[in-house]
T-cell receptor, first 113, second 111 residues
């Protein structure tokens, strides 16, 4: 299966600032996804990031708040903009491998003060 | 639409069995099962594709009933390492790979 890394693994940020999270995969993948997991909650899809096209956002998530880049088939970034304490979550990227299986990166634990 | 998982939590003694259910109101293309331990990312267990196949991972197996739009995960002869939160993720034919996750089932296996 694909090996996925994320940077940073965790961060503590001040309200009003932005953080960019990187997701690197060791093989080329078409489909990449960004999820948010709030404390004690399930996984919520933020957006789908496909190379060569604009990211597709789920209801409740907008590009101005969560801009995404996907410059090639092995890399993507998610920016959390103008952060508030409500953005404190774990952010996970996932990739679709072998056609249908999806694997998660280790996650970025974000705390906003 | 989020699939419905049951039960919310289960406590087992080592060696006991448990079943976790996942049901959807939509026709499903596939069901994906994950286990997440505290402070870690979800780990992929298995995928069940439309066709009703049953799969296994160690002593964990799962079934997929397309007609009922539901899947069940079977924990057999549970081990301490099975503790964690289990999530089902469902994909419909028109979802372009996107998964909707259930609320999760917390499993605690005690000695």
């Amino acid at each position: 299966s694909a090996v996925i890394s994320q940077k940073p693994s965790r961060d503590i940020c001040q309200r009003g600032t932005s953080l960019t999270i990187q997701c690197q995969v060791d093989s080329q993948v078409t489909m990449m996804f960004w999820y948010r997991q709030q404390p004690g909650q399930s996984l919520t899809l933020i957006a789908t990031a496909n190379q060569g096209s604009e990211a597709t956002y789920e209801s409740g998530f907008v590009i101005d708040k969560f801009p995404i880049s996907r410059p090639n088939l092995t890399f993507s970034t998610l920016t959390v903009s103008n952060m508030s304490p409500e953005d404190s979550s774990i952010y996970l990227c996932s990739v679709e491998d072998r056609g249908v299986e999806q694997f998660f990166g280790p996650g970025t634990r974000l705390t906003v003060l | 639409q989020q699939p419905v998982q049951s039960p919310q939590a289960v406590i087992l003694r080592e060696g006991e069995d448990a079943v976790i259910n996942c049901s959807s109101s939509k026709a499903l293309y596939s069901v994906h099962w994950y286990r997440q331990k505290h402070g870690e990312a979800p780990v992929f267990l298995m995928i069940l594709l439309k066709g009703g196949e049953q799969k296994g991972h160690e002593k964990i197996s799962a079934s997929f009933n397309e007609k009922k739009q539901q899947s069940s995960l079977y924990l057999t002869a549970s081990q301490l390492s099975y503790s964690g939160t289990y999530f089902c993720g469902t994909r419909t034919a028109d979802s372009w790979g996107k998964l909707q996750f259930g609320a999760g089932t917390q499993v605690v296996v005690t000695p």
